[in-house]
């Protein structure tokens, strides 16, 4: 990704420089060996610490979202004429730009108010597969060299190729290319082989339901309601979250087994037509819960019942905003 990352800070510098755009989003290298953390950069010499590499895998139209909601907020009580538009550049694997679409689908903001760097993407290297790999829960360096990890840890150094270590929800991912940008940084990357992109929900559907509902249990007992999951996806952003609403209140703020699968139920039905599989919240949970195998069964079923792809276009009518007098309704009676 050397080349890709040389363009990229040459468009935000030129961006910045310009005053095209007031902020560019994008990633700098993180506190621990092989990791990147999002960050935001206001000036154009300071894009020469932006990075791009296997590590830069969180969706940052979140930061896009935030950002632009931000600045609307703090302008809400000046006068009309006197308010100023926040322009956000953003660095935007395919993934991301599918959030980005489903931004703008939803009225978020306008498409003047973002610049799109596009990234061909090859695929992210899962951190926790590498840690396993290497026999360690730590790591002392590592780095990404012709298509091989090397990773040094207690135990000593390790070569792992990339392909092995590539997050799971990247090797089934059909959209390794923007669907939409302003400019392209590189060559598209070929298009993936994804005949197995549902196998594992497949295998779970063929469960019987006592089974899949003991799963759901077992994986809900691991999680400790930090809300890692929500802050970090890309479609989460009421400003009134319904787990802190007291007035009604929906669920209790404790961990009772009933309130943490509340919260999760609840939090599935929100991304039903809106999760475009980008890994962030299964990449942030600390607790390793199994959160991807329920968002890609609520995105296969919007597919099988109602050809539904999401993030796919600009203008196309989200799942839960349309109706059409032939959808199946088999799901209905039989879930």
């Known amino acids: 990704m050397e080349n ?17 755009a007031q902020v560019v989003v994008g990633f700098m290298p993180g506190p621990l060996p092989l990791t990147a953390v999002p960050a935001a950069i206001t000036k154009a010499e300071e894009a020469g610490r932006l990075v791009l590499n296997e590590f830069c895998g969180q969706n940052l139209a ?3 979202h935030d950002l632009i909601s931000e600045n609307r907020q703090s302008q809400a009580r000046m006068k009309p004429e006197e308010r100023k538009k926040l322009v956000v550049g953003v660095v935007a694997p395919g993934c991301a730009t599918r959030s980005l679409v489903i931004h703008l689908n939803e009225r978020q903001y306008e498409r003047d108010e973002i610049v799109i760097l596009g990234v061909p993407c090859t695929g ?7 840690l396993a790999l290497a026999g360690s829960e730590e790591l002392l360096s590592g780095s990404v060299e012709g298509g091989v990890v090397k990773a040094a840890s207690a135990n000593g150094q390790s070569e792992i190729p990339v392909s092995e270590v590539l997050a799971d ?12 940008s302003d400019l392209l940084l590189g060559p598209e990357a070929p298009p993936k082989i994804t005949e197995k992109e549902y196998a594992q929900v497949e295998a779970f559907e063929a469960l019987p339901p006592e089974e899949r509902w003991a799963y759901f249990e077992k994986e809900m007992r691991r999680c400790m309601r930090c809300y890692a999951c929500r802050n970090a996806c890309p479609s989460c952003y009421c400003r009134s979250c319904f787990v802190e609403q007291s007035q009604p209140q929906w669920t209790g703020i404790g961990q009772s087994e009933a309130d943490v699968q509340f919260f999760q139920f609840m939090r599935l039905f929100h991304m039903v037509g809106r999760c475009v599989d980008c890994g962030s919240c299964s990449t942030v949970c600390p607790m390793g819960v199994d959160l991807r195998k329920f968002l890609k069964k609520i995105e296969k079923d919007g597919r099988d019942f109602f050809a ?13 905003a349309t109706f059409r007098e032939d959808d199946p309704e088999d799901f209905i009676y039989n879930p």
């Open 62 to 64: 979140k930061y896009v």
């Open 4 to 20: 890709l990352q040389v363009k990229m800070r040459e468009e935000a510098a030129g961006l910045l420089g310009s005053g095209r």
């Open 124 to 130: 992210m290297v899962d951190r926790r597969k590498v």
């Open 169 to 180: 929800w990247c090797n089934t991912c059909r959209f390794n290319n923007p669907v939409i």
């Open 308 to 320: 539904d792809t999401v993030g796919e276009a600009l203008g196309k009518p989200m799942l839960l």
